[in-house]
């Protein structure tokens, strides 16, 4: 998790667009967002996220591949204070252990 989460990021997951569309729905938890194919509308406050995703290529380490999806964060009228606690919420639902 950051300490800081500007208007407009992108990050790669090891998930496949599956995975994810199942992940969502919690991770944005009880604000309301409309699903689009590629992509979803979320509101914040006064303001709004628009998250879109696609399919990259898996990456490889050593004989392990996984799934990747490229994830772009665009926030729009949603200050700061809002956008950390959104992302400390989403990150934390999103953050997936092993070993």
Known sequence: MQSHYPEQFERDMACTEAEWLGWLPRAIGPLAWEPEPGSARVRIGSGRLRISWHEAPPRRI????LACLHVAFSFENVDDGM??????RFDLYMLRGGG
């Open 62 to 65: 050593a004989l392990l591949e």
């Open 83 to 88: 956008r950390y606690a959104f992302m400390k």
